[in-house]
C-alpha cells in the first residue's frame, strides 16, 4: 500500500483589489442571504432576490436588477461584485458537439462542451485552467496547473451554454445534464467545486437534479467520501487500469494513492439509493486493452456497485499512445458484460474540432 504524502496545492494568485471585493456569484443563497443581512443590513429576501438575478435571470451586473433599489444596488456595485467569464467564441463539429471556448478576468482559457444525445444535452465543465494529476492519455496534462477555477467561473460555463443554446436554438433547448469531466481535477479544488455544485442544484437558481450532475476524479482518495456526505452527486473514478504499475504509468497519482485504497474509497462511498458509481476506462492499444486486463478489471470492480464506460482514446499531436480497435473494445466489453456489468463503449463526439474526452487544452 502507498504511504506517498499528498500532492501539494497550488497556491492561488494574489487578488489585484476589484477581486478582493467579494464575487456575489460564488456565493450560495446561503452565504448570500447571510452577507446581504450582515454586511447591508437588508433582509435575506433580498439575498433571494440577487441569487434569482444572478442564477435564474443571467444578470452579469448589478445595474440590471431592476426590482432593487437603486440605492441598494449602488451599495452593492460600491462593496461587491459579480464574477464569471467572458464567452471569446463556440465551435461546432460535424455531430453537433459545441465547444465553448471562455476567457477569465485575467486572461487565462478555458473549455467546456456541450454534447447533444437523443434525449438530452449534456455539459461537460472545467474545473481548473491546467491540471497537475499528469494523466499522460489527457491533452490538458500537458499544461501546467495555473490555478483554480472560483465557483462563480464554473457556475458561468453553465449559464453562457444555456444562453448559447437559447440563442441557438429557442428557448426550450436546455443544458440538461452536467460532468465535472472538463479541464483539471475537481477533487484538487474541492471546496470551489461544492459550492458550484450547491448553487446549480439550488430551487431557486437552475435547479438541476443532483441525478443529473456528475463529478469525475483521477482518484483524489481522501476527498471521495467527503463528496458523497457533501453533495448527493453522481461519482466517476477514471480507473484506466487493471493493476498498479500499469496504473502509476498512466495516471501518476497511483503512487499517491493506490488501486487498494481507491477501490476502499469506492466501496466506502455513501451512495444514494439505485445509483452506480461510473467506472471509467480509457483504453490504449496495447497498454490496457487485453482480454487479461479485462479480467482483472472484474475482479477488482467485485462488490462495487458500478457500471463501465469503456472510452476509446482520442488521439491529438503528439500523444504517446493509439486507439484500440473495435474489436478489440468489443472483446473488452463482452467480458465485462458475462460477469454481469453494465457497460457503455463511449465513442466520444466532437473528435473534429478537439472537444472529445482528453483533449481540451483551451486553445480552441
Excluded at 40 to 47: A, D, I, T, V, W
Excluded at 57 to 84: F, H, I, Q, Y
Excluded at 93 to 118: C, H, N, Q, W, Y
Excluded at 197 to 225: C, Q, W, Y
Aim: net charge neutral; glycine share 8%; with cysteine.
Amino acid at each position: 500500500m502507498s504511504t506517498s504524502q499528498p500532492l501539494p496545492t497550488q497556491p492561488e494568485p494574489a487578488p489585484d483589489a476589484a477581486s478582493s471585493r467579494p464575487d456575489l456569484k460564488a456565493m450560495t443563497r446561503e452565504q448570500l442571504t447571510d452577507w446581504v443581512r450582515e454586511e447591508l443590513g437588508e433582509s435575506r429576501f433580498r439575498g433571494d432576490q440577487i441569487f434569482q438575478w444572478l442564477h435564474q435571470k443571467r444578470a452579469r451586473d448589478v445595474a440590471g436588477m431592476t426590482n432593487l433599489s437603486k440605492k441598494l444596488r449602488a451599495r452593492l456595485e460600491r462593496t461587491a461584485r459579480v464574477g464569471g467569464l467572458t464567452l471569446q467564441d463556440v465551435r461546432v463539429a460535424r455531430d453537433g458537439t459545441r465547444k465553448l471556448l471562455f476567457e477569465t478576468a485575467a486572461g487565462d482559457r478555458l473549455e467546456s462542451v456541450l454534447i447533444p444525445m437523443e434525449d438530452r444535452i449534456t455539459q461537460c465543465v472545467s474545473s481548473q485552467i491546467g491540471c497537475k494529476i499528469g494523466c499522460r492519455f489527457c491533452l490538458t496534462a500537458r499544461m501546467p496547473l495555473r490555478r483554480n477555477l472560483s465557483a462563480s467561473e464554473i457556475v458561468d460555463q453553465v449559464l453562457w451554454a444555456q444562453q448559447v443554446l437559447e440563442e441557438d436554438g429557442g428557448e426550450h433547448e436546455r443544458v440538461s445534464n452536467i460532468v465535472y469531466m472538463g479541464m483539471g481535477e475537481p477533487l484538487d479544488n474541492y471546496d470551489n467545486v461544492v459550492a458550484s455544485l450547491r448553487i446549480l442544484m439550488d430551487e431557486h437558481g437552475a435547479n438541476f437534479s443532483s441525478r443529473r450532475i456528475t463529478v469525475s476524479t483521477s482518484g483524489v482518495v481522501p476527498k471521495i467520501a467527503r463528496l458523497g456526505h457533501d453533495v448527493p452527486v453522481n461519482l466517476a473514478v477514471s480507473l484506466n487500469a487493471s493493476y498498479d504499475a500499469q496504473r502509476t504509468g498512466v495516471i501518476p497519482i497511483n503512487k499517491v494513492w493506490d488501486i487498494e485504497q481507491l477501490m476502499g474509497a469506492l466501496r466506502a462511498f455513501p451512495l444514494p439509493p439505485r445509483r452506480r458509481i461510473t467506472v471509467e476506462y480509457v483504453m490504449l492499444a496495447g497498454v490496457n486493452d487485453t482480454p487479461d486486463d479485462a479480467r482483472r478489471l472484474v475482479g477488482l470492480l467485485r462488490g462495487i456497485r458500478c457500471k463501465v464506460n469503456l472510452i476509446p482514446f482520442n488521439p491529438w499531436p503528439g500523444a504517446p499512445y493509439s486507439r484500440p480497435s473495435n474489436d478489440a473494445v468489443e472483446a473488452f466489453g463482452a467480458i465485462l458484460k458475462d460477469a454481469d456489468y453494465t457497460v457503455t463503449i463511449r465513442y466520444s463526439k466532437g473528435e473534429d474540432i478537439g472537444a472529445a474526452c482528453g483533449q481540451l487544452d483551451g486553445e480552441t
